[in-house]
């Protein structure tokens, strides 16, 4: 029949779906235990891709976050495990190539250790204020209604954005960083 079928799950790239198909116990899938896997220079995607299959567990591969990572999905990685469960295998062999994973609207979404740490940048934006004028604080409130409104700490969230004459100084995580450059 086609019920195994509908119950494997797929990795996907990019930004995590935010109405997933069917809902997922996501804790049950990942205490599955897992007796022992040994495998050796298999592509990072298509490890993730066996994971999934075998936990039908949704899983989502951040193309910013492998960048911050400095990898790529066919970077060829090597697992050898015994005796775990699939969230413990998946933590320590991601670990190992700076990655981790969090839940995200009912799937794993795989990235980068270091995109959740936030970070400070600056960013001159003098070039899209009207002449003559040298206040950044309208594109600051624009940055924060179009860029991950619920993120920043006038709302309770993590980022903070300081204007100081036309440069915003903008700290937040890596993935909100790349959203403001753009």
């Known amino acids: ?24 116990d996501i804790s049950a899938q990942l ?22 299959d075998l936990t039908a567990l949704p899983i989502t591969l951040d193309p910013n976050g492998l960048l911050v990572a400095g990898l790529a999905a066919d970077e060829p990685i ?13 933590e320590r062999v991601l670990a190992k190539h700076r990655l981790h994973f969090v839940e995200k609207s009912g799937q794993l979404l795989v990235m980068s250790q270091e995109r959740e740490r ?32 619920n993120s920043w700490s006038s709302q309770v969230g993590t980022g ?14 890596q993935g909100v960083q790349v959203q403001v450059l753009v």
């Open 1 to 24: 029949g086609t019920d195994g079928l509908e119950a494997m799950a797929a990795v996907r790239r990019g930004p995590v779906d935010r109405q997933p198909g069917h809902a997922h």
């Open 31 to 52: 205490a599955i235990p897992i007796a022992s896997m040994e495998l050796s220079a298999i592509p990072l995607e298509g490890w993730l891709t066996l994971v999934s």
């Open 78 to 90: 090597t697992v050898s495990s015994g005796d775990t469960t699939s969230g413990e295998l998946l």
């Open 118 to 149: 936030p970070r400070t940048s600056n960013y001159d934006v003098k070039e899209l204020l009207p002449p003559g004028t040298a206040d950044a604080t309208p594109i600051a409130a624009w940055v924060r209604q179009l860029v991950e409104p």
């Open 160 to 173: 903070d954005i300081q204007v100081v004459g036309s440069t915003l100084e903008v700290t937040h995580r």
